[in-house]
């Protein structure tokens, strides 16, 4: 059974930072496409950042690229996303996913499989 534990969310203030963790269990890191989604109230869910199985390819939403680094430890099955410069726009529930499909120009929800509980992240102004 897959499982995706998220956690490193919080309130910071506007141009803080914040490292989100994605604990996985249940999968190997090298047959997934693992990435971040977020959800602020009254939107779509937006693909932030992904990384392909391999690790050798990855991708970030025009709103984050520069300020995120997505990451993996592969060894520690956990992925990370460092998030730099945040503004009060970035403040939103994120996810972390598991899918077996990958696109190096978007994410799409439903390419991803598996999906954890997602943790809260919130900027102030």
């Known amino acids: 059974q897959v499982q995706l534990v998220e956690s490193g969310g919080g309130l910071v203030q506007a141009g803080g930072s914040l490292r989100l963790s994605c604990t996985a269990s249940?999968?190997?890191?090298?047959?997934?496409?693992m990435g971040w989604f977020r959800q602020a109230p009254g939107k779509e869910r937006e693909g932030v950042s992904c990384i392909k199985w391999s690790g050798t390819s990855t991708y970030y939403s025009d709103s984050v690229k520069g300020r995120f680094t997505i990451s993996r430890d592969v060894a520690k099955n956990t992925l990370y996303l460092q998030m730099n410069s945040l503004k009060p726009e970035d403040t939103a529930m994120y996810y972390c996913?598991?899918?077996?499909?990958?696109?190096?120009?978007?994410?799409?929800?439903?390419?991803?499989?598996?999906w954890g509980q997602g943790t809260q992240v919130t900027v102030s102004s």
């Open positions: 996913a598991a899918g077996q499909a990958y696109n190096r120009g978007s994410m799409t929800p439903s390419n991803f499989r598996h």
């Open positions: 249940g999968l190997r890191f090298d047959d997934y496409a």
